[in-house]
């Protein structure tokens, strides 16, 4: 059963209730949609500081992912994001996930592709780091420090969250490999990563790649979360994906392969696309 509400507040806070899990979502802006999913133990404030300039171009949908229980399993999250979708009435809308919600999204790419015009993916987990998850949780501290000024959101998100909801939620982002997965992705898809990303180091930018065909890379000179550290530069580069335009100047400092902000597949460098 799915139950539709809304109050009014500075941003509207809407809420579905989808099997008796009720969710709350924003909506900003007016335009093509796009759906903002955040990562483990995260929300939708963390896609604030680039929700409202994207908002000026399109119609944002934030939303808060369920908590991780008997209800709903990790595994099933991409189910719940179908239904959440549906039960929103959007179609064919542009999919932005960070980290947790970058592996959601990629999994609804390859088994919905109907449901999607686009996909960006930020920093995804999706692949194991191979640090098994203890090395991962300190990494995870690690990142968190860096992200200190942000800590009132992430104390309240973690509270939200619930420590064995994260347990859960961190066992499956460990274990959880998509690659034999990605070859079913159809949509145009982005990768942004952060040149810094201490969780997820770069070189992870490069096997997504290798699996998910035809996707181009961003680097970003940030950590784990481009939304909080570039913001300005995180959404320029999304609307220009969006777009279909390739921005006029580099999101990021070059590298070898990146041309505007776009790293080449080696079909397109073969052909010298600049």
Do not use: N
Not at 6 to 13: K, L
Not at 205 to 220: C, I, K, N, P, T
């Amino acid at each position: 059963m799915v139950v539709v509400g809304c109050q009014t507040e500075p941003v509207p806070s809407r809420w579905l209730e989808i099997d008796g899990v009720r969710i709350q979502y924003r909506l900003l802006g007016d335009g093509p949609p796009a759906v903002l999913v955040h990562g483990l133990s995260g929300s939708w404030r963390w896609w604030s500081p680039v929700a409202e300039s994207l908002a000026e171009r399109r119609s944002v949908y934030v939303l808060d992912l369920p908590r991780l229980g008997r209800r709903v399993h990790a595994s099933e999250l991409v189910v719940w994001l179908g239904r959440w979708l549906g039960a929103v009435g959007l179609e064919q809308v542009d999919l932005v996930g960070h980290s947790l919600g970058g592996l959601v999204t990629a999994e609804l790419a390859a088994t919905k592709p109907a449901r999607l015009r686009r996909l960006a993916l930020v920093a995804p987990a999706g692949i194991p780091c191979g640090r098994g998850l203890f090395g991962q949780s300190l990494r995870l501290v690690e990142t968190l420090y860096e992200l200190r000024k942000q800590f009132p959101t992430i104390a309240v998100d973690a509270l939200r969250t619930g420590p064995l909801a994260l347990l859960r939620g961190a066992r499956f982002v460990s274990d959880r490999d998509l690659r034999a997965e990605l070859d079913s992705v159809r949509v145009r898809s982005l990768l942004v990563w952060g040149e810094r990303d201490r969780l997820l180091p770069t070189r992870f930018a490069d096997e997504w790649q290798r699996f998910l065909l035809g996707s181009r890379v961003v680097v970003l000179p940030c950590g784990h979360v481009p939304m909080w550290e570039v913001p300005e530069q995180l959404t320029r580069c999304l609307l220009d994906f969006f777009e279909e335009e390739l921005p006029d100047e580099p999101c990021h400092q070059v590298r070898p392969g990146v041309v505007s902000g776009v790293r080449l597949t080696p079909e397109d460098d073969e052909l010298g696309v600049g």
